[in-house]
């Protein structure tokens, strides 16, 4: 089968969304389909199955920056690709947002497979557009939402039924990772995998370290992601800011070792948060999680199974739930075994059936 697949934001810039498309198609591709993926970008993609529409612009939306494209020349360059291809099945990815996903499902032909991967309690924008998104959605054969409050939030705004697949992550890179990283402060290590945009709660982690440090003489920060919140080490004395490793926009292939060289993941995401990518690459590499109690990640992880959950925004609590796993090795081997297991059930070979079912079953349709 040939499969074009539509990413919405920058091919080159670091997101759960364009990891979720790049492994996807590695997978299609192993698995015998003919793979085209379509997305903006600021330099020619490296991989020889994706082709850049579009320079991207940073346009700010719900405590985020999404890097976008939406403009004529794109739309045509879109075209042509649709047009030489001639894919049987279009994927696109958040069709709802102006970019190159939308673009390609007002240019296609072919029936079109949609995967929402947002989640927010309301949209303003969303709802003003109605009449644009409505417009998409009748060209869409089949919808698709990575977590059931991704679905939530698709179905407040656009009524219609939605299919649940996760996202596929790949395990074997995170729990076979080789070697950690040397040269990281600290004996007893938190990492932290995101950008540093608000909606993250960087902040929040920035203030739980500072309790930790006046507590632990071992325990360091190592933060892979940049964004205007790196600010927030400002929080932190001279002495303390020593304990931290900002490694900056780290490649999403170098970051199983730094989960080797780990000992806990803590993401305190504020919200809007539909899966948690970051959090089944965590417990696939065997590493307890802290999370916050926010609807995408409950789905994800079960409270006192594979992690420990805490309110959002509540750097004592954050700092408690850390602590515990840090001071108490038990609690943390028995939330990191529970983890890997849990992990496999996101993995691409539980997940591309799904998908490659509803490529069928709208295919079969079209036909």
């Given at each position: 089968?040939?499969?074009?697949?539509?990413?919405?934001?920058?091919?080159?810039?670091?997101?759960?969304?364009?990891?979720?498309?790049?492994?996807l198609a590695g997978v299609l591709l192993e698995r015998g389909h003919d793979v085209l993926v379509l997305a903006p970008g600021s330099r020619r993609a490296d991989e020889p199955?994706?082709?850049?529409?579009?320079?991207?612009?940073?346009?700010?939306?719900?405590?985020?920056?999404?890097?976008?494209?939406?403009?004529?020349?794109?739309?045509?360059?879109?075209?042509?690709?649709?047009?030489?291809?001639?894919?049987?099945?279009?994927?696109?990815?958040?069709?709802?947002?102006?970019?190159?996903?939308?673009?390609?499902?007002?240019?296609?032909?072919?029936?079109?497979?949609?995967?929402?991967?947002?989640?927010?309690?309301?949209?303003?924008?969303?709802?003003?557009?109605?009449?644009?998104?409505?417009?998409?959605?009748?060209?869409?054969?089949?919808?698709?939402?990575?977590?059931?409050?991704?679905?939530?939030?698709?179905?407040?705004?656009?009524?219609?039924?939605?299919?649940?697949?996760?996202?596929?992550?790949?395990?074997?890179?995170?729990?076979?990772?080789?070697?950690?990283?040397?040269?990281?402060?600290?004996?007893?290590?938190?990492l932290w995998v995101a950008r540093l945009d608000r909606q993250k709660g960087f902040p929040v982690m920035v203030r739980a370290f500072a309790r930790l440090a006046a507590e632990?003489?071992?325990?360091?920060?190592?933060?892979?992601?940049?964004?205007?919140?790196?600010?927030?080490?400002?929080?932190?004395?001279?002495?303390?800011?020593?304990?931290?490793?900002?490694?900056?926009?780290?490649?999403?292939?170098?970051?199983?070792?730094?989960?080797?060289?780990?000992?806990?993941?803590?993401?305190?995401?504020?919200?809007?948060?539909?899966?948690?990518?970051?959090?089944?690459?965590?417990?696939?590499?065997?590493?307890?999680?802290?999370?916050?109690?926010?609807?995408?990640?409950?789905?994800?992880?079960?409270?006192?199974?594979?992690?420990?959950?805490?309110?959002?925004?509540?750097?004592?609590?954050?700092?408690?739930?850390?602590?515990?796993?840090?001071?108490?090795?038990?609690?943390?081997?028995?939330?990191?075994?529970?983890?890997?297991?849990?992990?496999?059930?996101?993995?691409?070979?539980?997940?591309?059936?799904?998908?490659?079912?509803?490529?069928?079953?709208?295919?079969?349709?079209?036909?």
């Amino acid at each position: 089968m040939r499969v074009l697949l539509a990413c919405p934001y920058a091919w080159d810039a670091p997101g759960g969304v364009q990891v979720h498309v790049r492994q996807l198609a590695g997978v299609l591709l192993e698995r015998g389909h003919d793979v085209l993926v379509l997305a903006p970008g600021s330099r020619r993609a490296d991989e020889p199955f994706a082709r850049v529409v579009g320079r991207p612009v940073s346009v700010p939306y719900a405590g985020t920056v999404a890097p976008i494209c939406f403009s004529r020349r794109s739309f045509r360059r879109i075209r042509r690709f649709l047009r030489v291809f001639e894919p049987d099945v279009v994927h696109v990815h958040e069709p709802f947002a102006p970019s190159t996903s939308m673009l390609t499902a007002f240019a296609s032909a072919a029936p079109i497979v949609a995967t929402h991967h947002a989640h927010l309690a309301r949209s303003r924008l969303m709802e003003l557009a109605a009449p644009i998104l409505r417009s998409v959605q009748r060209r869409i054969a089949a919808r698709i939402a990575v977590s059931q409050a991704a679905a939530a939030f698709l179905w407040r705004a656009m009524p219609g039924e939605v299919e649940v697949i996760p996202n596929g992550v790949d395990l074997t890179r995170f729990a076979e990772p080789g070697p950690p990283v040397d040269g990281l402060p600290g004996q007893r290590r938190i990492l932290w995998v995101a950008r540093l945009d608000r909606q993250k709660g960087f902040p929040v982690m920035v203030r739980a370290f500072a309790r930790l440090a006046a507590e632990l003489d071992d325990v360091s920060l190592v933060v892979a992601g940049d964004g205007r919140d790196r600010e927030a080490l400002g929080l932190l004395s001279e002495d303390d800011r020593r304990r931290v490793a900002m490694l900056g926009t780290v490649r999403h292939e170098d970051l199983p070792s730094y989960h080797a060289a780990a000992h806990v993941f803590a993401s305190p995401a504020l919200g809007q948060e539909s899966f948690g990518i970051t959090l089944v690459e965590a417990m696939a590499a065997g590493l307890p999680v802290v999370a916050t109690d926010i609807p995408g990640y409950r789905e994800v992880v079960a409270e006192a199974v594979e992690g420990l959950l805490v309110p959002p925004g509540d750097p004592a609590e954050l700092a408690v739930a850390l602590r515990r796993i840090l001071i108490d090795p038990d609690l943390a081997s028995g939330l990191g075994a529970a983890g890997r297991r849990r992990a496999e059930g996101f993995s691409w070979d539980v997940v591309a059936p799904q998908l490659e079912a509803v490529y069928g079953r709208v295919a079969d349709g079209a036909r």
